[in-house]
């Protein structure tokens, strides 16, 4: 069965240093997103990707995170400089829709977690 | 635009019914269940699109009142399988992304 791949797994660093999480979608998933989920909390969207174009990123910390998809396929969230606060766990999903409202499952990695020292 | 869901935790006996409730403000396109197991990621159960529609997923069903913007998911003779923290997302019309309660923990025992 087709999954959404994730790394790392787990990433712990220092306030002020730069992280990077990975990301593979299910193969055709032309709808690609980067939530974060703080724990005890839901998921919360930071940045919607469709192919290779951002379709939302009102959510994302524009002034220290970045997020591409180049290729239109795999994609990286990166955060510089990391803050304690940043602690959370990083969600990828993707879809086969192209809009969230098409009713459209979100399939979900098993995410990275971050702890900021 | 975050809906809010109730109860925050039930525990029940393996067996036992319980409703898991979820609202909104704004009118809702459509109504999305999810369940997380601790340490996983989250699973998709069903979505709701339409006024007062009912999907099921094994003996797991919901509503969708889009009169109300309410939806409740129903576990019904609930098993073991069925812990994990469910998190309802709604879609907002002229909005159309996600968002996600903050979770409805269940606790299912022999």
């Known amino acids: 069965e087709a999954e959404v791949a994730q790394s790392p797994r787990y990433k712990i660093t220092e306030k002020s240093q730069a992280v990077a999480f990975w990301c593979d979608p299910i193969s055709g998933h032309a709808t690609l997103y980067w939530y974060r989920q703080i724990l005890g909390q839901g998921p919360e969207l930071l940045v919607q990707?469709?192919?290779?174009?951002?379709?939302?990123d009102s959510q994302l910390p524009k002034d220290r995170f970045s997020a591409e998809r180049l290729k239109g396929v795999d994609s990286t969230l990166k955060i510089q400089p990391a803050e304690l606060g940043d602690s959370a766990m990083y969600l990828c999903?993707?879809?086969?829709?192209?809009?969230?409202?098409?009713?459209?499952?979100?399939?979900f990695g098993p995410g990275t977690r971050l702890t900021v020292l | 635009q975050q809906p809010v869901q109730s109860p925050q935790a039930v525990i029940l006996r393996e067996g036992e019914d319980a409703v898991i409730n979820c609202s909104s403000s704004?009118?809702?396109?459509?109504v999305h269940w999810y369940r997380q197991k601790h340490g996983e990621a989250p699973v998709f159960l069903m979505i709701l699109l339409k006024g007062g529609e009912q999907k099921g997923h094994e003996k797991i069903s919901a509503s969708f009142n889009e009169k109300k913007q309410q939806s409740s998911l129903y576990l019904t003779a609930s098993q073991l399988s069925y812990s994990g923290t469910y998190f309802c997302g709604t879609v907002v019309f002229n909005d159309y992304k996600l968002s996600f309660g903050a979770g409805t923990t269940v606790t299912v025992r022999a």
């Open positions: 990707f469709q192919d290779e174009s951002v379709v939302d």
């Open positions: 999903a993707s879809s086969s829709r192209r809009l969230t409202g098409q009713g459209g499952e979100q399939f």
């Open positions: 704004k009118a809702l396109y459509s």
